[in-house]
């Protein structure tokens, strides 16, 4: 439903209009809002990760979008898909101070625990996450939304979610082999979920976000992107592409501005969707803007700091809109304003109206 | 007993062996180091710390990352493990810097930077009382009340578990004014600090001991006044 009295376009012809490479009405925006989508209908954060029957993390995203002309593609998922599937426990939101599913028992603390694993299990089946997630999709298949987005988290990241990332980064070191063997675990398990997804919904309607935390310059560097996420991103990907999946967005959480170059060389799609964060330092000072000249064929996605809806004054929050549209806008491929990260589930509703209202103001092409 | 330039030896290679996080390196130059006569205090400060030291400059340059520091943290504990007992048993004491409470707020669980920042406090001769991740509210109270720590050090990386991090704060200024509050994490910056009444901010662990010791000196300074 359009939104903004200029609005020509619903936010699902939006979508569909970038993705095909044809021209926007006026810059999307993409909230990256799971606990606040909740939060903002009166629920709780659980409910956007424990309904197992997608109602929820359904019904309050596109109750958000309608609110605020917001673009997001309903989405719910655990960040550390692996652990349960693996056998490990997770912990899900509860309380004034959480804001996540956790992990509360990692399933591969030792060797002889990774090796005992000699395939990944059934993605169909194993853990609660991917059942979960698929009755969303069902639910927006019957939608009619033009894409399915699903949470495909990156081979690296579900890695961590099954021997830890202290325990992992150190094996990629001490036990590099080890290190590859969980690695293939669960690049066979992502190929295992996509195919599910295949096979349920066709491939051109799939779009994944595909989110890659724990491979920010923050915590390794990026020899060890090179020899130990890069390779099984890129091999998940192609293979992807190769099963006639169109558009992949991946999400870069913290710091990667070693790591960019490498992503270059990743296939995401005619377009791709690359997202980029807010971390910045002497050495990366303008991310976006690095980020538009490394990726001039692939869509832009960000990179608002997110802690600045929370904790910043609105005049500040819209400066930073600001900013990044003036950026994005020159992107010939498309931008889609959003934070660098999830949007945090307590930010100020008025904070988040400044995506809206810098959009409006400066967003239309 | 050691030749000045044999104990020189020593002491470089246990800061070698740090730096290049190898464990065996480390016991085994502990181990010359106390069959030699080495002073433990001395092996340990200006062989094992002293590598650690220049582990935190790698990693703020950006040439040792995560896992680089947690096998350099390996290293120094497995040189520790036997330096230790030696200085406990000689009856020296060390002169602590100072004594840390520190943990993640309740509500998170990513302690990899704590973790870090712990082991910083350490090396430097801190006494770090470690509440570990997740951490109710006013166990971070409790602890200070109960180890008289000059200094509690709260970490978050999700935006809505910095929200705990102002109620402690407002809790330990009403049961204990004195104490020096330091925030660190992702969401973290030197604006926050100030919003939350709290006095230092730990970009790092590269940075959060001296942040500590520059807080400690002001408490001093108070105290004085």
């Not at chain 1, 995203?61 to 309608?66: F, I, K, M, R, Y």
């Not at chain 1, 991917?130 to 579900?158: H, T, Y």
């Not at chain 2, 009444?197 to 010791?213: C, L, R």
Request: aromatic fraction near 8%; proline fraction near 6%; charged fraction near 25%.
């Amino acid at each position: 439903m359009p939104m903004l009295k200029q609005d020509k376009m619903t936010s699902d012809e939006r979508w569909v209009a970038l993705l095909n490479r044809k021209p926007v009405d006026r810059m999307a925006i993409h909230p990256m809002a799971l606990g606040f989508s909740a939060i903002n209908s009166g629920r709780e954060i659980l409910s956007v990760y424990a309904d197992f029957t997608g109602k929820e993390p359904q019904e309050v995203t596109l109750w958000l979008n309608e609110q605020y002309g917001f673009n997001q593609l309903p989405l719910t998922g655990y960040g550390n898909y692996g652990t349960v599937e693996f056998g490990g426990e997770i912990k899900m939101p509860s309380g004034e101070w959480s804001q996540s599913v956790t992990v509360a028992r990692l399933p591969v603390t030792t060797e002889e625990e990774a090796w005992s694993w000699k395939s990944p299990p059934d993605a169909r089946t194993a853990g609660f996450m991917v059942p979960m997630i698929m009755e969303l999709s069902k639910r927006e298949a019957e939608r009619g939304a033009p894409f399915i987005q699903f949470i495909l988290n990156g081979p690296w990241d579900v890695a961590c979610s099954i021997a830890g990332i202290e325990r992992l980064s150190k094996w990629t070191v001490q036990k590099p082999d080890v290190a590859h063997h969980i690695l293939r675990l669960a690049t066979d398990l992502n190929k295992d979920l996509v195919q599910y997804y295949i096979d349920t919904f066709g491939a051109e309607r799939l779009f994944p976000f595909s989110t890659h935390a724990h491979t920010s310059g923050q915590i390794i560097g990026p020899k060890t992107f090179e020899q130990f996420c890069f390779p099984y991103i890129k091999e998940e990907h192609e293979w992807m592409m190769s099963k006639g999946i169109k558009h992949i967005l991946n999400h870069c959480c913290g710091y990667h501005a070693l790591n960019y170059p490498m992503w270059a060389q990743i296939p995401m799609g005619d377009p791709g969707v690359i997202s980029v964060a807010h971390d910045t330092d002497e050495d990366w000072p303008t991310p976006l803007e690095s980020v538009c000249k490394l990726f001039p064929n692939d869509i832009i996605f960000g990179n608002v700091e997110p802690a600045m809806f929370q904790i910043g004054t609105p005049e500040q929050v819209y400066e930073l809109c600001r900013q990044c549209i003036e950026i994005g806008k020159k992107h010939k491929p498309g931008f889609v304003l959003a934070p660098g990260c999830e949007l945090p589930p307590k930010a100020s509703p008025y904070n988040v109206w400044q995506m809206t209202k810098a959009v409006d103001d400066h967003g239309w092409y | 007993m050691a030749t000045e330039e044999r104990t020189k030896e020593i002491l470089e290679q246990l800061h070698k062996a740090v730096v290049a996080f190898d464990e065996d390196a480390a016991v085994k130059w502990s181990k010359a180091a106390l069959d030699e006569g080495v002073d433990p205090f001395t092996a340990t400060m200006e062989g094992l710390t002293s590598g650690m030291i220049e582990v935190g400059d790698l990693y703020t340059r950006k040439e040792y990352f995560v896992p680089e520091i947690l096998m350099c943290a390996d290293a120094l504990y497995a040189g520790l493990d036997l330096l230790k007992p030696a200085i406990e048993a000689s009856g020296r004491k060390s002169k602590v810097a100072g004594s840390v409470v520190i943990g993640v707020v309740e509500g998170d669980i990513h302690d990899i930077g704590k973790n870090l920042v712990k082991m910083m406090f350490e090396v430097a001769g801190w006494t770090v009382h470690d509440l570990g991740k997740d951490v109710p509210l006013d166990e971070f109270i409790e602890a200070q009340v109960k180890t008289d720590s000059e200094i509690v050090a709260m970490s978050a990386m999700m935006t809505t578990s910095m929200l705990a991090m102002p109620v402690v704060v407002q809790k330990m200024r009403a049961k204990n004014p004195n104490v020096r509050i330091m925030l660190g994490g992702a969401p973290i910056n030197p604006d926050v600090v100030e919003k939350y009444g709290a006095d230092g901010y730990a970009k790092g662990a590269g940075t959060a001991v001296e942040e500590a010791i520059k807080m400690l000196e002001m408490l001093k300074k108070e105290e004085l006044a």
